[in-house]
Structure formats: structure tokens, C-alpha cells
């Protein structure tokens, strides 16, 4: 009777566990969707002048993510798979149209209020970053985002 209660738990529990990594993540989709504004800039982003171009609309929804850059046009569009655990996490971009089509991104990102930094490898990036920083000689990038109310 006790070896089958435990096992009746330890079976309850195993089904709980997907389900509270699905709550968690709609939770942190939810935090990322909408339209975005900012920069991909050098560095940390700390100084205005490391600002180097600018992303005048960046769009997450609960499956996709797009990108149009300072002239309109668009720097591609694809969906995303989110991971991690703590205040920086990982986000995985595939490309499904524009110049990103077939290509793969993997990156990590925070959230601090209406401020949304990323930083992600371009397609020829076989490394995830490990900081919130630019660095062209991993072909890391950084951009710093703010969430348009």
C-alpha cells in the first residue's frame, strides 16, 4: 500500500512538472509581446554614441517575432522558442521569411520594465552569447529595445 502511494505521487508530480514550465513560459511570452523600438548598438549600449543602428519596430507575439529596421524595411521575421530560468534567459529565433528565411539565431535577453535587451548571434554565430554585450568577432549583437505603450 505505502510503495504504491508513493508511486502514485512521484507519477502525479512527473505530470505537474510540464505544466508548470508551460505556465512559466506563457508567463514570460506574455512579457515580450508586443511592438518594440530601440537600437543594436556597440558594446553594452551604456553611452548614446555606441548606438549603430537603429530597429524602428520589432514585433513579438505569442509564436512569431519581426523586424523592420530604421528605414522601414525588414530585417526578417521568424518564430521563437524561449528557456532558461533566472533574469537572463535564452530566446532561439528560426527564420521563416525575409533575410532571415532558413536561418537559425540563438541568443539570450532580460527584461527590466519596458526595456527588453537581446543579445544574439547572427546566422553565422555558432556560440550563445554570455553577456548582453556586442562583439563582432563572435557576431554577437546586442539590441536595446523599449516596449511602445
Known sequence: MKYSKVLLTAAAAALLVPVAFAQADKAE???LIGTWEGWIVDGDGSQKSQQRQRVSELVITETE????????RSMGKGTYRLGGTGAVRTMDNTGNGGPTMGKSFIGIYKIEGDTLKWCSGNDRARTRPTELKTNTGTSHFLMILTKKK
Not at 67 to 72: E, L, Q, S, Y
Request: net charge positive; proline share 0%.
Open 29 to 31: 511570452r506574455a512579457k
Open 65 to 72: 517575432i519581426s523586424a523592420k529596421d530604421g528605414g522601414g
